[in-house]
């Protein structure tokens, strides 16, 4: 029996140090080659799906085709949907795989209002005047990510790999709409490592807190009393006159806070027409800072100007939560693994004819940062600043402090452009977009890789996530269990021009490009 017992702990030994050994350095980057390879093999599948979601051109919480065709894809491909995420008709959670790690893959779909361009053309051309299009580029993040995910899958089912594979997206992220109802509704909960991908024009990965802030968008309501505006005036209550009071009221308080914060505002509600005293009216406001207490310092303040715009008017207010987002914390080991792979992939080659569109579109932007097109050189590996940097919000930022969590920067737009904006639009069904999704599909899918065969690397990043980032910082959600996502939002805009927009589809199986499909000469520039 002694003998026998030797025996099965041998065995147990060899067993052991043969997973440990099975899995080298060498045979780890063989299989990272592959991965490369095997996105590069899918640069038409990339193409493709770029282009078609750039048609589309949806707005926040309006993603019905986007969804549909992405999700329909990853069907096709192996994956298990579940759609309806925390009550968002547009969102969804895709899964292959499983066993340990869990690797969640994330990029947004919505685009940006009066932002339609034709791509490919630099200067202002849109191809439905007035209608929403991609000018922030995230008809790219998600085409990125399912081209990883298909390599990475090919290979695990080859080697027999344990681990799980998630691809959601970012819904309304331009509202700060979905990310955190994710979180508090605990999809995150088993969720080991997650690799997010945003547009930009260069290679980049960070760590810790980047520049950037946070924020909480709050719709003001006023209630009052409607009246005839000439005949009766007096027995109105202008709810109006309260929203323009609280617009006052918060211009007159911006001297006496913290001049790096950001905040903004529209009447999302000015009444109906100017003979009626209006009854309800409102304000929609997006407070922005570094920390959770100093945002939620800004939106007490604003509380209380609403308060007192009530008072004024002898009307009454309530307030909605229509999104949030904390400030981003990126992790240190996960981002040191995915700049090691940046460097192994680089950037892509542009042609002469993406070098002259991004100069030209550059010089029709008048840009004073970039002028020189397209970069040549990695950006790589950014540092936390010395000092906080103002600037925009991304609701990835809950997701952070709930996972360690990156967001890959990838090379698909053109450097030096406003944002927001139809000329952000320009690039995003050109060649450009596509070289840089396949590139950014290279190193998420080598990344993975690393995680899948390098465990520690998963145990660093959430010793990290424990003792560096979360030391002396509870993450306490903005919104609360009885807040629901405002999926009516940009409801009506998607109604008045999404028949028009329906005509301007992409159709892959007539047209090898969008380019093509509409007409374009690649690159059109004014002479």
């Given amino acids: ?11 147990l030994i060899s067993s052991a140090l043969h997973a440990q050994t099975k899995w080298n350095t060498k045979k780890i980057e063989a299989l990272k080659k592959e991965a490369n390879e095997k996105v590069q093999q899918q640069e038409k599948l990339a193409q493709v799906m770029v282009d078609k979601v750039f048609s589309f051109a949806e707005l926040g919480f309006q993603e019905y085709e986007t969804s549909a065709y992405l999700t329909g894809i990853l069907k096709e491909n192996g994956f298990k949907i579940n759609e309806g995420l925390s009550g968002i008709p547009t969102s969804w959670w895709a899964t292959w795989g499983n066993g340990k790690p869990v690797i969640a893959l994330g990029s947004d779909v919505d685009c940006i209002p009066k932002a339609s ?46 681990g799980t594979l998630v691809l959601w997206p970012g819904i309304a992220e331009e509202q700060l709409g979905a990310k955190a109802y994710y979180t508090r509704d605990g999809y995150f909960d088993d969720v080991d490592i997650c690799l ?57 308080l911006r ?17 109906d027409q100017p003979n009626v005293v209006p009854s309800q009216a409102s304000i929609w406001f997006y407070f922005r800072h570094f920390t959770y207490p100093q945002i939620m310092e800004l939106y007490e303040k604003a509380n209380k100007i609403a308060e007192g715009a009530a008072l004024m008017t002898n009307t009454t207010v309530s307030r909605k939560t229509m999104g949030s987002a ?24 542009w042609s002469r004819e993406d070098q002259l569109l991004a100069k030209a579109i550059q010089k029709e932007m008048k840009s004073t940062r970039d002028t020189t097109g397209m970069p040549t050189t990695v950006e790589g590996f950014d540092l936390p600043p010395d000092r906080p940097v103002s600037g925009g919000s991304d609701d990835i930022g809950d997701i952070s402090w709930k996972v360690p969590t990156v967001t890959l920067r990838y090379p698909s737009n053109v450097p030096g452009l406003p944002g927001h904006h139809w000329a952000n639009a320009i690039a995003m069904a050109t060649p450009i977009a596509h070289k840089g999704v396949v590139a950014g599909a290279k190193v998420q899918a080598m990344t993975i890789i690393d995680l899948l065969l390098k465990p520690e690397i998963v145990t660093k990043a959430w010793d990290y996530y424990r003792n560096d980032q979360m030391k002396g910082t509870k993450y306490i959600p903005m919104i609360t269990k009885d807040d629901n996502p405002p999926i009516y939002l940009n409801s009506e805009i998607m109604k008045t021009f999404k ?11 007539k047209y090898g490009t969008y380019l093509e499909q509409l007409g374009i000469t690649y690159p059109t520039v004014k002479k």
Avoid at 1 to 11: N, S, V
Avoid at 137 to 142: A, K, L
Avoid at 199 to 220: D, H
Avoid at 499 to 509: C, M, T
């Fill in 117 to 162: 361009q034709k791509p490919g053309v630099a200067y202002h051309d849109p191809i439905v005047a007035g209608a929403p299009g991609h000018g922030e580029g995230h008809n790219s993040g998600v085409p990125l990510n399912i081209i990883a995910a298909i390599a990475v899958k090919e290979i695990m089912e080859r080697e027999n790999l344990p």
């Fill in 326 to 349: 904390w400030p981003r914390h990126f992790n240190k080991p996960v981002a040191e693994t995915m700049y090691e792979n940046i460097k192994a992939v680089g950037l892509p080659a």
């Fill in 196 to 252: 997010f991908t945003h547009v930009s024009s260069n290679m980049n990965v960070a760590y810790g807190q980047p520049s950037g802030t946070g924020l909480i968008s709050v719709e003001y309501t006023f209630e009052g009393e409607s009246a005839h505006s000439a005949g009766a005036p007096w027995r109105g209550r202008s709810a109006a006159d309260a929203v323009e009071l609280m617009s006052i009221g918060w211009q007159y």
């Fill in 255 to 271: 001297e006496h806070i913290d001049p790096i914060q950001r905040s903004h505002h529209i009447i999302s509600n000015g009444g």
């Fill in 1 to 11: 029996m002694k003998a026998i017992g030797k025996i099965f702990i041998l065995i």
């Fill in 499 to 509: 028949p028009e927009l329906e005509k301007y589809y992409y159709d892959e199986k």
